[in-house]
C-alpha cells in the first residue's frame, strides 16, 4: 500500500503539471501529500517511516527537481513535523486534511526562506502567500479523496493501520 | 559545574550556528544553476522520466486529438483566406530571396557571425512543468545525445522563453525567463523608428506579468507597442530573437534614467512544445 500511494501521487503530480497552468490556482504537491497518507500504514514504526521519507525526497530531487539532496532534507523534516501531529491527531479525513494543510505551508514556508537566504530568489510576502494559497485547495482535495481510497483498500484486504 | 555547563552551552550555540552555515553552502553548491548532473544523476533522471513519459502517454493522445480538431477546424478557416492571398506568394518569395541576398552581403561586410541559421532548429515536447513550485524550469525530451548544450536559448513562435541549464542523455532542464534570477540579464534592443535603443533585460515582474529592461537613457523617447528582441551580444543569446512589446515607460526613482516594461506574447503558463535553438552559427 506504500509504494502503491507514493508511485500514484508522484505520476498524478508530474502529470496533472502539465495539464494544468503554471500560475493556476491547483499546484500539486502529491508526493508531499503522499508522505501524509502513508504514515498510518507504517504502525509507529518511526524511523522506517522517516527512512521511506528520505527516498521520496531523494527520488523527487533527481526526476523532478535537479536539487539533490535539498528535498530529501525538507521531506525529513516534514515527516517529524507529520510525526509530531499525529501524536496529537487520531487518523480520520478531516485530520488528514488538517495535516496535509500545515505539511504543504511548513514545505513551502522552509523551501521559500532557505532559497530567500543562499540568494536563488528575493523574499517577496505576498508571493509566498499566494503560492500557499494555490497549493492547499488542490492537495487537500486530493488527500481527502486518496485518503477515502487507500482506506476503503486497506479495510477490504485487511492491511495494518493505526487509527 | 553551572560554569562548565555554561561554558558548553555557549560552544554549542556556536557549533550549530557553524552547521547552519556550512548546510546553507551545500545548499547554495546544490541548488546552483552551474551544478552539472552526474553520471548516475542523469541515469536515474532518463528513467524517471521515461516512466511518467510512458504514464502521461494516454493523457497525452487525448489532448492531442481534441487539439488537431480545433486545429483542423481553424485551418479550414485559414484555407479559405490563403485562397485569396496566394496570387501574392510568387512576389513575396522574390523579394525574400533578394533580401536574403542583401542580408549575407551585408554580414560579410560587417563581420557578423552570431545570427541564427536555418538548420540550427530543434523541436521539443515539454514533459515536467511547475514541479517543485519555486524552481521555473520546465523539462523538456531532449538532452545531451540529441545534441542539446547548457546555454542554448528556447523559444516558442511568439518568442524567447528561457535557456538549458542542464542535460542530461534524453532530457533537459530549461530556466524560464520568469524567474527571478539575478544572473538572468539578456541584452536586448528596443526597436524606435529606424534606429534601435540598446537596454538590459534584468528582472520580471510578477504582479504586472512584464519583463523591465533597465539601462536606458532618460531623453530617449521610445514608442508603446514598440518591438523587443534580443541583441546578440553576450555569450547565450543570438541576435534578433523576440522577447515582446513595450508596454510601458516610466523613469527611475532617481529620474536619472528609463525603465521599460515588456510584455511578451509567450504565455509561460501553457507551454506544451518548445524550439531549442542549437546555435550553429554561421561562420563567416
Known sequence: MIIFIICVSMLLE??????????????????????????????????????????????????????????????????????????????????????TMISIITYLIITYLILTLIGYKTFNLQYLVSTMSRSLIANILYSFIFYLITDKISKKHKILKID | MRRKRKKIGKYWVIIAFLVFLIVLGLLYNIINDNRKLTIVESLIK?????????????????QQQINEYREKRKMYEEYKDMKEKVESVELLKAKN??????????????????????????????????????????????????????DMPVIVKEGLIGKVIKTSNFNSTVKLLTSEDINNKISVKIKNGDDYILGLLVNYDLKNKVFIVEGIDQNVEIEPNSLVTTTGLGDYFPSGIIVGRVSNVRTDNFDLAKIVEVKSNVDFDQLNFVTILKREVEQQ
Not at chain 1, 25 to 54: E, G, Q, R
Open chain 1, 14 to 99: 508530474s502529470i496533472t503539471s502539465n495539464l494544468i497552468p503554471l500560475n493556476s490556482f491547483f499546484t500539486p504537491l502529491f508526493s508531499l501529500v503522499s508522505l501524509v497518507l502513508i504514515y498510518p500504514y507504517f504502525a509507529n514504526n518511526d524511523t522506517n517511516y522517516l527512512k521511506t521519507c528520505a527516498i521520496v525526497g531523494v527520488i523527487y530531487d533527481l526526476v523532478f527537481t535537479n536539487t539533490l539532496f535539498f528535498n530529501l532534507l525538507i521531506f525529513i523534516i516534514i515527516g517529524l513535523v507529520i510525526k509530531f501531529i499525529n501524536i496529537v491527531l487520531s487518523n480520520n479525513f478531516i485530520n488528514v486534511m488538517i495535516i
Open chain 2, 46 to 62: 532518463d528513467t524517471g522520466l521515461f516512466i511518467q513519459k510512458s504514464a502521461y502517454a494516454p493523457v497525452k493522445f487525448v
Open chain 2, 97 to 150: 530571396e533578394e533580401l536574403e541576398y542583401q542580408l549575407k552581403e551585408m554580414q560579410k561586410i560587417l563581420e557578423l557571425n552570431n545570427v541564427l541559421s536555418k538548420d540550427s532548429f530543434l523541436n521539443a515536447t515539454v514533459i515536467n512543468r511547475n514541479i517543485g513550485v519555486w524552481y521555473d524550469t520546465i523539462t523538456i525530451d531532449k538532452g545531451s545525445k540529441n545534441g542539446v548544450k547548457v
